[in-house]
């Protein structure tokens, strides 16, 4: 979805953090760091004032290159068991290229039993399945 999308859906429902870090992430990808560094301003208030948005706000930090905040994020993400913190093993939906990189990442992940999901590897299997059985994906 592009920015106009992200800034609608914030205008109709609310601030919620996931679409702040959507919005932040097509930002700062498309070279709006002052703007992106906005909004993870306003995850870092909600974070700080008890909201569950630490996976958002590693999100953001992490897409702007800053590591050791994406991974403080994750780890009081998993301290007060916020939700879908479950879901840091599925690189498809939470990237974090970043902070995965890292022995920091690996220790989180095997402190809560996670093992990444090789989204690549999977697809493989699932395309060679469906070819065996006739089907051809288009």
Avoid at 3 to 30: N, P, V
Avoid at 107 to 127: E, N, T, W, Y
Wanted: hydrophobic share 50%; net charge neutral; proline share 4%.
């Amino acid at each position: 979805a592009g920015i106009a999308a992200y800034e609608q859906a914030l205008a109709s429902i609310g601030r919620m953090a996931l679409i702040i870090s959507q919005l932040a992430i097509a930002k700062a990808q498309t070279g709006a760091r002052a703007e992106a560094e906005t909004l993870l301003d306003e995850l870092r208030a909600q974070a700080r004032d008890g909201s569950p948005a630490n996976i958002s706000l590693a999100m953001v930090a992490d897409e702007l290159g800053l590591v050791d905040e994406a991974l403080g994020a994750l780890e009081r993400a998993h301290a007060t068991r916020e939700p879908f913190i479950w879901c840091l093993g599925l690189e498809g939906w939470l990237r974090l290229t970043n902070a995965r990189r890292t022995p920091r990442f690996k220790a989180l992940c095997d402190a809560m039993a996670i093992k990444p999901h090789d989204v690549a590897g999977q697809r493989a299997l699932l395309l060679a399945h469906a070819k065996e059985r006739g089907f051809v994906p288009t």
